[in-house]
């Protein structure tokens, strides 16, 4: 700690990840290194398959590409410093760490909100407006949509951190979780945190309901389209191009409604750390799987690059 006037500035907290636990310490340890270098991977060979099959050229994937590297930036902003305290008897990361964490977790979580907003403009484009599916979704709107998704997010999360650094901490120092957040945070603060507050109110505004209310009317249209298809087989298929999307909208934001409304209440027991372990490592996991088990082109797109590394 640094001593100021009256005033004792923490230089450093402490977390309590999952100490509470020491038995299934190195069950837990080896658990959750398997899921981030699972996630990372298979992020991150979805990646390179978009990239290098030309039928994957599309704002579809193209989108679903930069949901891959969110995934990837956002579980890296968590997971390893975690799992590097379970090797620490004291658990521990500075000051300049912390807000270092939560400035990423936090910008890299509401892009990924933008991103999926995106994406279901994207499925009403293509469902409710076929014809003009190829002029509206053009390429310089896809790359500035991917581009006003991640400065919305990392623009917000900026706000919030000079907003947090305005705030005391002079101790208790002690998270009672395995990474920096900002309730948590707040919680900490010996100074008033109404500012910081209302900040976080409007950002919940514009990054989730607004991007839920975008999300829910595209899906009115969409609904409203399929059902004017007369067969059933053409319905069907309208509805398997969404159901991805919808599956991976629903985690996230399920999750994540779950997370923050016990953070907020002063949740810090042991299903709060575990839910937040679904939320900050395991979604970013499940979107690729998602995206992919039931995808088509996707399995078509890894059978051909099978044959072409059979030729060579």
Known sequence: MITGGNITEITHFILLGFSDFPRILPVLF??????????????????????????????????????????????????????????????TITFVGCMVQLFFFAGTGLSESCLLTAM?????????????????????????????????????????????????????????????DMPQLLILSCTDTFFVQVMIAVSTMIFGITNVLIIMISYGYIIISVMKITSAKGRSKAFNTCASHVTAVSLFYTSGIFVYLSSSSGGSSSTDRF??????????????????????????????????????
Request: hydrophobic share 50%; net charge positive.
């Open 30 to 91: 080896v658990i959750f290194l398997l899921i981030y270098i699972m996630t990372v991977t298979w992020n991150l060979c979805l990646i390179i398959l978009i990239r290098m099959d030309s039928h994957l050229h599309t704002p579809m994937y193209f989108f679903l590409s930069n949901l891959s590297f969110t995934d990837i930036c956002y579980v890296t902003a968590t997971a390893p410093n975690m799992l590097s305290n379970f090797f620490q008897k004291q658990q």
């Open 120 to 180: 279901a403009y994207d499925r009403y484009a293509a469902i409710c407006k076929p014809l003009l599916y190829s002029s509206i979704m053009s390429p310089s709107l896809c790359g500035w949509m991917a581009v006003g998704a991640y400065m919305a997010g990392l623009s917000a999360s900026f706000s919030l951190l000079g907003a947090l650094l305005q705030l005391h901490f002079c101790g208790p120092n002690v998270i009672s979780h395995f990474l920096c």
């Open 275 to 312: 839910a937040s372990v679904f939320y900050t490592v395991v979604i970013p996991l499940m979107n690729p799987v998602i995206y992919s088990l039931r995808n088509r082109e996707i399995i078509d797109a890894l059978k051909s690059l099978q044959k072409k590394r059979r030729h060579c």
